[in-house]
């Protein structure tokens, strides 16, 4: 897929003010910078952004960034959502409790997806 057809498919992210980014090694993932911390969406965590916007197959991550390499945190939710659901949540996205930490379910950290079925959430 060239370059413009991707942010043709991609249009509602960037009018959100994400840019396609180079994440190394050829990967690509959309990601919005706010002071110390961003956000990555990528289709299911496979570092790319080639996936169909409607389809629940989008994932998000929250970055944060330290002058020191061992500082860097993270949490990562592996519920799929579509583009248009992470681009309507992510901001929600609470600070890791650990360095690093993966959260199974959206409920599981409190939010509540729009248009997502919510399940009972398993304790952080």
């Not at 959100?16 to 090694?25: D, K, P, S, V």
């Not at 379910?105 to 304790?123: Q, T």
Request: net charge negative; aromatic share 8%.
């Amino acid at each position: 897929m060239s370059m413009k057809e991707l942010e043709k498919r991609l249009k509602i992210a960037l009018d959100a003010e994400f840019e396609i980014y180079h994440t190394g090694g050829g990967c690509l993932a959309l990601r919005k910078d706010d002071g110390d911390h961003y956000w990555m969406i990528t289709v299911n965590e496979d570092a790319s952004i080639d996936g169909n916007p409607e389809e629940a197959e989008w994932v998000v991550g929250r970055y944060f960034e330290s002058e020191h390499a061992d500082a860097f945190r993270w949490i990562l939710v592996e519920e799929p959502i579509t583009l248009a659901q992470a681009l309507s949540v992510y901001a929600n996205m609470p600070e890791p409790k650990n360095d690093e930490e993966v959260i199974k379910k959206w409920s599981d950290i409190g939010i509540e997806v729009p248009g997502l079925e919510a399940s009972a959430p398993v304790p952080r």
